[in-house]
C-alpha cells in the first residue's frame, strides 16, 4: 500500500556499511500472509560488481529484487542502499518504487515489461526523461529548454538503442519487436535512468543461444564501460558463470550460499539443493532438453508475482 | 442558404428594383394550391403563417413539454378548421430540453424562421432567461404557459407574455393561507425551477408573517419519500406545503399517508392535476391546491377541450396542456384582428392590447408582459374529486 | 428513538432494493470486470413488464382479497424477474458479445451500454408513455403489520424486505454450490483457465447476465410496487446501486447486499440530521470517504473469493 | 436433425434471427406511440400491423447483404464498384434527408407532395416527383450492378450516360420547378443528387476504361494528390472560387439573392470604395485566375518561388475579397434603403464566404507546393531514417498534413458564416463547447488511462466561477472582473479543484475511480442546487454573465446575441489549446502518461511517479474544461444547475470513446459528430425520440468501431493484436491481477 509519509530520505539507522557496498543487505525477512518469501537474508553487493542470484523457481529472487527496489517492504531487517561513492546511505525499505529509482536503481522485469503500444525510442526516452526537469508548461509553450532537453533525451536514447544495437528499430512499436529484442529495449530503458545499479530480472529468458552471447557481451559493456554494478537473476547457469564475480544462492528463501562461481559450482549444499540432484551434470541436462516446462513454470511464478504486487501497491 | 423568402419581394430602394429585374424574379400565378397557391405575394388572403413552440420535448422534463405541444398543435389544428381564418397556420417546433443551455439553438432555429409570427414557450423560465433577449432582438412574441419565475418580467424583455401568474402571487397568497391553518408550517420544495421559485416566494411571505416554519427540499429525482415523510410526520407541523410537480406530490402523498401524518397537505398549481390523484389514490384525499386559474371542472369548454385533446393523442390532457392551448389561442385571437399582413412586430403589438377568454383565466396583459389578473384559488380533493373551495383570500 | 426505528425499517427497505440491484451489477462485475451500465435499464423493465401482466390480471383498482394478494405478488415477481432476465440477456447479446468477439477496450464497452441504456429507456417512453407517476393498481391495502415502539411497520415495507432476503439467499446458496455458481466463480477468477476446464465461457457470461437482471427485474417490480414506475425510474435507483455495490466490493455478492443496505440506512439516517436536500449528497461523501480507507470496498472485491 | 432446426442453429441461422430482431425492433423504433390507458396499445400498433412486415423485410435484406458479403465483396474491390455505391448513397441520402425546396423548408417527399398539388407544371416535373426519381436512381443502379457483375464494357458506357441523363433530369426539373414558382432557391437537396449521379457516371466510365481486376482506390487516390503535390487542392479550390464568384448568391439580405454581377448592378452609384467596385467588375475574376495560375503552374513545375508567389497572390485576393464584403455591407446597413438592416458583415451569401475559403486553400496549396519542393531538394538518407513509415498510408502524399489543415481552417473560418442562425448557434453552444470538453477529457481518459465520470463538474465551477467573479451570484466577489479575465481565475480553481478531487482518489483502482468521480460530481452539482444562498439553486445566476469585450485599446470589440463572433473566439482559444496539447503529448510528460497508462509498475521501476502525473492530466483536463466553462457563462449569460447534469459527464465521455481514445483529432472528431448528430436529427424524427436514436448509433459503433472514428496511432496498434496482453487491451474477461488502468 502506498503511504504518503516521506520514506527513505533518513540515513539509514544502525552501522555504516563498509565501504564499496552499493546494497547492503540484512538479515530480511518478507512474508505474505503465512507464506515467507526471505528468510533472514543477508548479502552485500559491492559497487563495480558483477553480482549473480541463484536458485530454484520460488526460491525468492524475485522477492529480493522487489524488496531492493521498493516494490514490497520487508518486515524485518535492513536494506541500505548507497548507490555511487559519497552519496548518503539510506533505506529504501518502505521507500517508493520511483524513488529508489532515482536514488540510482534500474531494474528490468522477469516477464518482460515494456510500454508494447509505444515506438522502442519512445521507450527509452521514458527512462531518460525522468531524470530532466522542463514540465508541462514549458512543454506547451515549446520553450527553449525544453526544446534542448527533448533534444538531448531523443540523442541519448539513439546512442542507447544502438548501445544495444537496436537502433534501426528505433521508431518500431515496441510490442512488435522480437523477444530478444524486447529483453534489450528493457535494458536500455533502465540504463536511460543512468543507474549505478543495474538490476536484470532474468535477461536471459526465452532468448536462443545467439542472443544469449551478445546478451552477455552487454552485460559485460555495462559493467566495464559504464561502471554500472549489475545484479542478476538469471536461470542460465552457463551465462551467470562466464560473467557473474559472485553468487548468491537462494533456496526457499534462505541464502544458502555465496562466492566466486568457482566456489559455487562446488558447493555440495548448492547442488542437493539448487538442482535437486548430487549429479550436477544429469541436472544441468534436464533443464536444457526441457525448457518448455521451465517456461510454464515461471509463468506461473509470475502470476504469483502479479497477484502479490496488487495488493502491495 | 440564408435566403428563404418565397418570392423577391419589391424591393423598396431604387437599386433593389434594379436588381429585381435583372434576376428574371415573377410571381407565381398558377392557382389551385400546390407550389404557388398559398405564397404569391400580394394580397394578404390565404397566406400562410407558422406558430412556433418551443419547450422540452426530449430530455428530463419531456413530458411537461409534450402536454404543452400537443395543446398548441391542437389549438392550431382547431383554428384552421374552423374556417374563419383568412390566413393558413402552421405549426412548428424547437426542442430546448428544458435546459438554459440548450435553449439558443431551439430559440434561433424558430427566430430565423421568417413565416413564424408568435412562439408558444418557452416551458421553462430558466431556458426563458436565455433566450427572452434573442427574442426581444427579433421583435418575436413569446408567450409562456408555464414560466412562473417571478423575476422574469423584470428584466425588460420586451417581447415576453405569459398567461400563468408569477410565482410570488401564488406564493404570498399560499403563505397567508397556511399561515393562518397552521401553528407549525413544514414549507417543502421539489429543489427544481418552479419548486424552489415558488418556495421562496412563499418563504418570504411567511418571514412577513411570523409564521413559525421549516424549509427543506427533496430532490426532484427522489423516488422514495418515506424518510422526508416521517421526518414531516414527526415534527408535529399541523401544516405542509408541497412546492413542486406532480409526479412528486403523489409520492409524497402516499408517502406521508403511511407516516401517519395528520396535519393539513396543501400544494401549488405544479400538482394540481387529476394525475395526481390517479397516482396518489386515497392518499390525496384532502390535499389542498392553491391555484391562480380558473375553475376549469365547471367551464364546458373544458371539457370538449380535454376531448379534442385525448381524441387527437390518444391520451388525456395534463399539466399545463390548457395553459398552452390558452396560450395559442390568443395568439390566434390576436392575429385574427390584424389588417394586411401579419407582422411579429404586430403581433407583439396585438398581444399587449389582447383580451381574451380562455379556459383557464382571461388572457388580458400588464405592460411588462404579466397576466392581469391573478385571482388565487383554493381547491381540495374530495372522495377522489378535485373541487372549488373558493378564493384563497375568502379563506383566509 | 422511534425516529431512528422508522428511519432504520425504511433504510432497510430502500437498502434491500438496491442491494437487489446492486446484485445485478456485482455479478457482472465478477466475470467481465465491466460496468454494465444498462442495467439500470434492465431493472425498468422488469417494473413495466411486471406492470402490464399485474395490470391485466388486477385490471381497475379492486381490493384483492388476501389469497390473490399472494398470487399478484408471486406473479408480478416472476414476471418481473422474466422480464428482467429477458432484457438482460438481449443485452448481452447486442450491447456485449460482438464488441467481446472483438477484443474492444474496456472503455468501448461502457459506451456501448451506455448507448443501450439511452436506448432502451426511450423506447419505453415511446413504446408505454413518458408519464413519471405511472403506478400499480392499488390491490391490497398497505396496513400497519406491527409496530416497534411507536414505529410503525407496514405489509408493503415486510414484503420487500422479505422478498429481498429471499432473492439474496437464493443467489447465494446458487453461487455456492451450484454447477452454474461454481462456473461464475471458476470465470470470475480465472477466465483462460475456467475456458480450459471445459467451462463454456460464452454461456457463463450469458447466465450471469439473466440471473444478474432477473434480480433486477423483480428489484423493479418491488420498486414500482413501492413508488411509481417511468421509463427513467432507473437511472438514480440504479446509479445508486451501482455506488453501493462499489461501496460493498464490486465483483463481491455479499458486498452488494451490504452496501445495498449501508447505503438506504445511511440515506434515510442522514435526514434525520439535515434537511433532506443533501441526502444525496451525505450518501456520496459516504462513499467517497470509505473508498479512501478501504479502497477495495468493505468486504473487498473477488467473486470467486469472498463469496 | 429436422433441416429447419439445423438451419436455425447454424451462423447463417443465428444471424437471420438477429436480423429478423433488428427489424423487430426497427418496427417499435418507428412505430407508434404509447398511451398510458393502453400499455399495450404501442406494440399491437407496432407489431400487428403491415408495419411488421415492412422493417421485417429490411431485416431480411440486411441478413442477405451479411451472408452473401463475401460475394459482394468481390464485386466491391472491381473498379467503379466504390464510386457507384457512395454516389447511390449519395443520391439517396439527397432524396431522403436534404432539402429540395427553401420556400416551404421541404424535403423530396415534401417538394413531391406540393408538386403534385399544382396545376400546370411541366410534364417532366411532375414526372420526376411522382416516380421517376426513385425509378431512374434503381435504372442506373441496375444497370451499374449488371455491367459490374458482368464485366460488360458496352453496359458500363450504357450506364455512365444514364447517369449523366439522371443529372440532366433531375437538375432541369428542380429548375423548372423554381421557374413556376418564381423563387430563389438554394436548397442542397438537388445539388447533391447531380453531384450522387455524376459520381457515378465517373466511376463507371473509370470501370468502362479500367483493365483492372481489383480496383487501387487508394493507389488511384495517392496518385492523383502525389502526381504533383499542392495540385489537386490547388485545382478544386479554383474551381470552387470560380463557381462562386459565377453562379452562387453574394449578397443576400431579407428577400435578395444577388450573385457578383448583380451586386455590381445594386450598388452601381453608390459611394462604394473604388477597389470594391473594381472587384465586382472584374478584379475578383482577375484575382482568382492569377492566383489560381500561379499555383497550378507552380504545383506542375514544383517551382518554389512561384508556389510562394501563389500563396501571396492568394492572401492578397483574400484581403480584397474582404475588404470589399466589408465595403457593401457596411454601405448596405448605413443605408435606409435596404434590407439590410444589421451591421458590416452581415448578409452575406455564400458565395462571398466560399470565395474567401477557396483563396485561403489556394495560399495553402501554393505552401504545400513550397514546402514539398524544399523537402524533395533536402531529402536526405537521415530523413528516411527517421520516417519509416513502412505500410502504405492513406495520405502520405508529400505536404497531406499542411494541406489538410489548410482545407480545414478554410472551412472552420468561412462555412459558419454561411450557416443558418440556428447552425452558428448550435455551433457555439453545442458543438464548440463540446468539443472543447473533449479535448479536456481526453487528457484524463485518454492519455493518462484514469476513467472520469465526473467531468463535468468541472465545467460547472469553471461556469460558477465566472458568474461569481462577474456578480451576477447572490454572493459578491470583492471587485467584479470583465468576464474574460475570469479565464485565469478560472483556470486556477479548477486546477485546485482537480487536485483535490485527485488527492485522496488517485491510489483507486479504475472502477472505483469512476464511481468516486462521479459522486464528485454530483456532490458539485448538488451543492449548486442546494446552496440558493450562494448559487441561487435551482433558478440559476440571478444576474445576465455579460457578455465578453474585448478591448486592445486601438480596436475594441462587444460581442452581443451574435453567435458568430464567439465561434470565431472559442476557435482562436481552441486552435491555442490544440496546439499546447500537441506539443505536450508529445513531451516527456505525454510519454510519462503513456508509461503510466500501459504499465504503472514498469513506469514507477523506470522512476516516473505516477501520483505526481496523475494529478497533473487531472489539473490540466479540469482547467481546459474551466475556459470552457467561462466560454459558455458568457455566451449563454445565464445557466443553472440542469446543464451539469450526471448525463453530459458520460456523454462528454462517449465523445472521447466514440473518437478514439487518446488521439486529439479524435476526441474532437466524436464531440463534432455526437453533437452535431441530435441538432440534425432535430429535422429528422421526433424530436422526443431523438436520445433513442443516438443511443442506437453508439452501440453500432461500439460494435463495428470499437476503437473509434480516428483511433490514436499509439492505441490503433495495440488494438491490432500487437505485442502481448497490456493490461489494457486484455480482452475481456480477464483474469482480475493488476488490470487496473481502465483507458
Not at chain 4, 429548375?175 to 437537396?189: P, Q
Not at chain 4, 493507389?219 to 499542392?230: I, S, T, Y
Request: charged letters at 15%.
Amino acid at each position: 500500500m502506498t503511504s504518503f509519509a516521506k520514506a527513505g530520505t533518513d540515513s539509514a539507522p544502525g552501522a555504516q556499511p563498509a565501504a564499496g557496498v552499493a546494497f547492503d543487505v540484512q538479515d530480511v525477512t518478507l512474508r505474505f500472509g503465512g507464506v515467507t518469501s526471505l528468510n533472514h537474508v543477508s548479502l552485500q553487493m559491492r559497487r563495480g560488481e558483477i553480482l549473480a542470484v541463484i536458485g530454484p523457481n520460488g526460491a525468492g529472487k524475485t522477492s529480493l529484487f522487489n524488496s531492493l527496489t521498493g516494490v514490497y517492504a520487508p518486515q524485518e531487517g535492513r536494506i541500505t542502499l548507497q548507490a555511487r561513492e559519497g552519496d548518503e546511505p539510506v533505506s529504501v525499505i518502505g521507500m517508493k518504487v520511483h524513488k529508489v529509482n532515482h536514488l540510482g536503481v534500474a531494474r528490468t522485469f522477469q516477464n518482460i515489461r515494456l510500454f508494447p503500444a509505444l515506438t522502442a525510442i519512445e521507450n527509452v526516452k521514458i527512462g531518460i526523461e525522468t531524470r530532466q526537469k522542463s514540465g508541462p508548461v514549458s512543454a506547451m509553450l515549446g520553450l527553449p529548454w525544453q526544446r534542448r532537453e527533448e533534444h538531448a533525451s531523443t540523442k541519448r536514447a539513439l546512442e542507447l538503442l544502438s548501445f544495444v544495437g537496436l537502433a534501426h528499430r528505433a521508431n518500431d512499436i515496441a510490442g512488435s519487436l522480437a523477444y530478444g529484442e524486447q529483453r534489450r529495449l528493457e535494458i536500455a530503458r533502465a540504463m536511460g535512468t543512468n543507474p549505478s545499479v543495474l538490476l536484470l530480472d532474468e535477461p536471459a529468458a526465452g532468448t536462443n543461444p545467439v542472443e544469449k552471447r551478445e546478451l552477455a557481451d552487454l552485460i559485460k559493456r555495462i559493467n566495464v564501460e559504464d561502471g554500472v554494478s549489475v545484479l542478476l537473476i538469471e536461470h542460465d547457469m552457463k551465462l551467470v558463470m562466464s560473467i557473474a564475480d559472485r553468487l548468491v544462492v537462494l533456496n526457499f528463501g534462505q541464502k544458502i550460499a555465496e562466492g566466486t562461481p568457482e566456489q559455487i559450482q562446488r558447493d555440495p549444499a548448492v547442488i542437493a539443493a539448487y538442482l535437486g540432484t548430487t549429479d550436477e551434470d544429469a541436472a544441468k541436462a534436464e533443464l536444457e532438453a526441457q525448457p518448455e516446462l521451465r517456461r510454464i513454470e515461471l509463468l506461473t511464478d509470475e502470476e504469483r508475482e502479479r497477484e502479490n504486487e496488487g495488493e502491495t501497491l | 442558404m440564408r435566403q428563404r423568402s418565397l418570392v423577391k419581394i419589391a424591393l423598396l430602394s431604387a437599386t433593389a428594383v434594379a436588381l429585381a429585374a435583372c434576376s428574371n424574379s415573377s410571381s407565381g400565378s398558377s392557382g389551385g394550391g400546390g407550389l404557388t397557391g398559398g405564397n404569391s405575394g400580394g394580397s394578404s388572403s390565404g397566406k400562410t403563417y407558422t406558430i412556433g413552440f418551443q419547450g422540452p420535448l426530449s430530455g428530463d422534463n419531456q413530458q411537461l413539454g409534450i402536454n404543452e405541444r400537443n395543446a398548441v398543435e391542437l389549438a392550431v389544428e382547431q383554428a384552421n378548421a374552423k374556417g374563419d381564418l383568412n390566413f393558413k397556420l402552421k405549426y412548428t417546433e424547437a426542442d430546448d430540453v428544458g435546459a438554459p443551455a440548450t435553449a439558443p439553438p431551439a430559440a434561433a432555429k424558430l427566430i430565423q424562421d421568417d413565416s413564424v409570427v408568435a412562439v408558444v414557450g418557452p416551458s421553462f423560465s430558466g431556458a426563458t432567461k436565455a433566450v427572452a433577449k434573442n427574442y426581444a432582438d427579433a421583435k418575436l412574441a413569446i408567450v409562456s404557459p408555464s414560466a412562473t419565475n417571478t423575476t422574469l418580467t423584470s428584466q425588460g424583455f420586451s417581447t415576453f407574455f405569459r398567461v400563468v401568474p408569477p410565482d410570488s402571487a401564488q406564493g404570498t397568497q399560499a403563505a397567508d393561507y397556511i399561515a393562518k391553518k397552521g401553528k407549525s408550517i413544514y414549507l417543502i420544495d421539489d429543489t427544481s425551477e418552479y419548486g424552489t421559485g415558488l418556495a421562496k416566494d412563499i418563504e418570504t411571505e411567511l418571514k412577513v408573517k411570523g409564521a413559525k416554519y421549516v424549509r427543506e427540499g427533496v430532490a426532484d429525482t427522489t423516488q422514495d419519500y418515506s424518510a422526508i415523510a416521517a421526518k414531516v410526520a414527526s415534527s408535529g407541523a399541523d401544516v405542509m406545503y408541497y412546492a413542486g410537480y406532480y409526479s412528486g406530490a403523489s409520492l409524497f402523498a402516499k408517502a406521508l399517508a403511511s407516516a401517519g401524518y395528520k396535519g393539513l397537505a396543501v400544494s401549488g398549481d405544479g400538482s394540481k392535476d387529476a394525475q395526481f390523484i390517479a397516482g396518489a389514490g386515497t392518499s390525496g384525499e384532502s390535499w389542498e391546491f392553491t391555484c391562480p386559474c380558473a375553475d376549469a371542472t365547471v367551464d364546458p369548454n373544458m371539457k370538449s377541450f380535454a376531448d379534442a385533446y385525448n381524441k387527437k393523442w390518444s391520451t388525456p390532457s395534463s399539466t399545463y396542456s390548457p395553459e398552452a392551448f390558452d396560450a395559442t389561442n390568443a395568439i390566434i385571437d390576436v392575429m385574427k384582428g390584424i389588417d394586411g399582413d401579419i407582422t411579429r412586430e404586430k403581433v407583439v403589438a396585438g398581444l399587449k392590447t389582447v383580451n381574451y377568454k380562455g379556459l383557464t383565466n382571461t388572457v388580458k396583459f400588464q405592460a411588462n408582459g404579466e397576466i392581469e389578473k391573478a385571482i388565487v384559488f383554493l381547491y381540495k380533493v374530495k372522495s377522489s374529486k378535485l373541487s372549488l373551495v373558493g378564493t384563497v383570500t375568502s379563506q383566509i | 428513538m422511534n425516529d431512528f426505528i422508522r428511519y432504520t425499517i425504511a433504510g432497510l427497505t430502500l437498502g434491500s432494493m438496491y442491494a437487489l440491484i446492486a446484485l445485478g451489477y456485482t455479478l457482472v462485475y465478477g466475470v467481465l470486470q465491466l460496468i454494465n451500465f444498462a442495467h439500470s435499464e434492465v431493472f425498468m423493465t422488469g417494473a413495466f413488464g411486471s406492470y402490464i401482466v399485474v395490470d391485466t390480471l388486477v385490471g381497475g383498482h379492486g381490493r384483492q382479497n388476501g389469497f390473490m394478494v399472494v398470487v399478484v405478488l408471486g406473479v408480478g415477481l416472476i414476471t418481473g424477474a422474466l422480464s428482467g432476465a429477458g432484457a438482460a440477456w438481449l443485452l448481452e447479446r447486442v450491447a456485449y458479445r460482438p464488441l467481446r468477439r472483438r477484443g474492444a477496450p474496456k472503455l468501448a464497452f461502457l459506451i456501448s451500454a451506455i448507448g443501450a441504456s439511452f436506448f432502451m429507456s426511450q423506447l419505453a417512453g415511446k413504446l408505454f408513455n413518458r408519464q413519471k407517476n405511472n403506478s400499480f393498481p392499488n390491490f391490497f391495502d398497505n396496513r400497519v403489520l406491527f409496530s416497534i415502539g411507536e414505529a410503525d411497520v407496514r405489509l408493503l415495507q415486510v414484503i420487500i424486505i422479505v422478498a429481498a432476503v429471499v432473492l439474496m439467499f437464493f443467489l447465494d446458496r446458487l453461487v455456492q454450490k451450484t454447477k452454474l455458481g461454481r462456473s461464475i466463480r471458476a470465470v470470475a477468477e480465472d477466465a483462460p483457465t475456467a475456458a480450459l476446464m471445459g467451462i463454456n465461457i460464452d454461456k457463463t457470461i450469458s447466465r450471469t447476465f439473466v440471473i444478474g437482471g432477473a434480480l433486477g427485474g423483480a428489484a423493479g417490480f418491488l420498486f414500482a410496487l413501492f413508488s411509481s414506475l417511468s421509463y427513467q425510474m432507473g437511472f438514480f435507483p440504479g446509479t445508486k446501486a451501482f455506488a453501493a455495490a462499489v461501496l460493498g466490493g464490486i465483483g463481491n455478492p455479499r458486498g452488494a447486499m451490504l452496501g445495498g443496505l449501508t447505503l438506504g440506512l445511511v440515506e434515510n439516517w442522514s435526514v434525520m440530521f439535515l434537511p433532506s436536500q443533501w441526502t444525496n449528497v451525505i450518501a456520496f461523501a459516504v462513499l467517497v470517504l470509505v473508498l479512501m480507507f478501504r479502497p477495495s470496498g468493505i468486504l473487498g472485491e473477488r467473486l470467486g473469493r469472498a463469496a | 436433425m429436422n433441416p429447419a432446426l439445423a438451419f436455425l442453429r447454424s451462423d447463417s441461422g443465428k444471424r437471420l434471427g438477429a436480423c429478423l430482431g433488428l427489424g423487430v425492433a426497427l418496427a417499435l423504433m418507428t412505430g407508434a406511440t404509447g398511451r398510458q390507458d393502453d400499455y399495450l396499445y404501442a406494440i399491437k400498433e407496432d407489431l400487428f400491423t403491415f408495419h411488421l412486415i415492412e422493417n421485417l423485410l429490411i431485416g431480411v435484406v440486411v441478413w442477405l447483404l451479411f451472408t452473401f458479403w463475401p460475394v459482394i465483396r468481390r464485386y466491391l474491390t472491381r473498379p467503379g464498384a466504390l464510386g457507384l455505391l457512395a454516389g447511390a448513397m449519395t443520391v439517396i441520402v439527397a432524396q431522403t434527408v436534404l432539402g429540395w425546396y427553401e420556400p416551404e423548408d421541404a424535403k423530396f417527399s415534401g417538394l413531391a407532395t406540393l408538386v403534385g398539388d399544382t396545376n400546370g407544371i411541366s410534364a417532366l416535373s411532375s414526372a420526376f416527383f411522382g416516380w421517376l426519381a426513385w425509378a431512374q436512381l434503381i435504372a442506373v443502379i441496375v444497370v451499374g450492378a449488371a455491367a459490374l457483375v458482368l464485366r460488360n464494357r458496352a453496359l458500363f458506357w450504357v450506364g455512365a450516360a444514364m447517369a449523366v441523363a439522371a443529372a440532366i433530369i433531375a437538375s432541369q426539373a428542380h429548375k423548372k420547378v423554381d421557374e413556376l414558382a418564381g423563387v430563389v432557391d438554394h436548397a442542397t437537396g438537388v445539388t447533391v443528387a447531380v453531384w450522387g449521379y455524376l459520381t457515378i457516371a465517373v466511376a463507371l466510365a473509370i470501370a468502362a476504361i479500367s483493365t483492372d481486376d481489383v480496383a487501387r482506390t487508394r493507389e488511384f487516390v495517392n496518385a492523383v494528390l502525389g502526381w504533383r503535390p499542392g495540385f489537386a487542392l490547388g485545382a478544386a479550390a479554383t474551381a470552387l472560387a470560380l463557381y462562386s464568384l459565377g453562379v452562387s448568391s453574394w449578397f443576400a439580405p431579407k428577400s435578395l439573392n444577388a450573385t457578383l454581377a448583380d451586386v455590381h448592378s445594386l450598388f452601381k452609384g453608390t459611394s462604394l470604395a473604388p477597389i470594391a467596385v473594381q472587384y465586382f467588375i472584374w478584379l475578383s475574376w482577375a484575382l482568382v485566375i492569377v492566383a489560381g495560375a500561379l499555383v497550378l503552374v507552380a504545383a506542375y513545375f514544383r517551382s518554389i518561388i512561384l508556389g510562394i508567389v501563389g500563396a501571396a497572390a492568394a492572401a492578397v485576393g483574400l484581403v480584397i475579397t474582404m475588404i470589399s464584403i466589408h465595403a457593401i455591407t457596411s454601405l448596405a446597413a448605413n443605408s435606409e434603403n435596404t434590407y439590410a438592416t444589421k451591421g458590416p458583415w452581415q448578409n452575406l451569401g455564400d458565395g462571398a464566404w466560399w470565395t474567401c475559403a477557396s483563396f485561403l486553400a489556394l495560399a495553402a496549396a501554393g505552401l504545400v507546393v513550397a514546402q514539398s519542393a524544399l523537402k524533395g531538394r533536402s531529402a536526405t538518407a537521415a530523413d528516411a531514417a527517421h520516417d519509416p513509415s513502412a505500410g502504405p498510408r492513406f495520405l502520405y502524399a508529400p505536404g497531406a498534413t499542411l494541406a489538410v489543415l489548410g482545407a480545414a481552417a478554410a472551412a472552420a473560418i468561412f462555412i459558419p458564416p454561411t450557416l443558418e442562425p440556428s447552425w452558428q448557434t448550435a455551433l457555439v453552444t453545442s458543438i464548440g463547447i463540446y468539443m472543447f470538453l473533449a479535448i479536456g477529457l481526453n487528457v484524463v481518459v485518454g492519455w493518462a488511462g484514469l476513467l472520469d465520470l465526473g467531468f463535468i463538474a468541472f465545467y460547472a465551477i469553471g461556469a460558477y466561477t465566472t458568474a461569481y467573479l462577474v456578480g451576477s451570484l447572490p454572493v459578491k466577489p470583492p471587485f467584479e472582473l470583465p468576464v474574460l479575465w475570469a479565464i485565469p481565475f478560472a483556470i486556477a480553481v479548477c486546477l485546485i479543484a482537480g487536485v483535490i478531487l485527485g488527492f485522496p482518489t488517485l491510489r483507486l483502482r479504475g472502477d472505483y475511480l469512476a464511481i468516486v468521480t462521479l459522486g464528485f460530481g454530483e456532490i458539485v452539482r448538488l451543492v449548486a442546487v442546494n446552496s440558493n444562498g450562494i448559487t441561487n439553486g435551482p433558478r440559476g445566476t440571478e444576474d445576465q454573465v455579460p457578455h465578453p469585450v474585448i478591448n486592445l485599446g486601438f480596436v475594441k470589440f462587444t460581442f452581443g446575441l451574435d453567435q458568430l463572433p464567439y465561434w470565431y473566439l472559442l476557435l482562436a482559444v481552441m486552435v491555442i489549446v490544440i496546439i499546447f496539447f500537441r506539443r505536450l503529448e508529445n513531451s516527456r510528460t505525454g510519454r510519462a502518461w503513456a508509461a503510466i497508462r500501459e504499465d504503472e509498475v514498469a513506469a514507477q521501476a523506470a522512476g516516473i511517479n505516477p501520483v505526481k502525473y496523475k494529478l497533473l492530466a487531472f489539473a490540466i483536463g479540469a482547467s481546459t474544461s474551466g475556459i470552457a466553462g467561462v466560454l459558455f457563462a458568457t455566451n449563454v449569460g445565464f445557466f443553472n444547475p440542469d446543464n451539469f447534469k450526471f448525463e453530459f459527464s458520460i456523454l462528454v465521455l462517449a465523445y472521447v470513446v466514440f473518437g478514439g481514445m487518446g488521439s486529439l483529432p479524435g476526441a474532437i472528431a466524436g464531440a463534432a459528430v455526437l453533437t452535431w448528430l441530435p441538432e440534425f436529427l432535430r429535422d429528422q424524427v421526433p424530436s422526443e425520440d431523438r436520445q433513442m436514436y443516438i443511443g442506437a448509433v453508439l452501440v453500432i459503433m461500439m460494435i463495428f468501431r470499437p476503437a473509434g472514428l480516428i483511433p490514436a496511432k499509439r492505441r490503433a496498434t495495440e488494438l491490432r493484436g500487437h505485442g502481448p496482453d497490456s493490461a489494457e487491451s486484455q480482452a475481456v474477461p480477464a483474469g482480475g491481477g493488476l488490470g487496473g488502468s481502465y483507458a
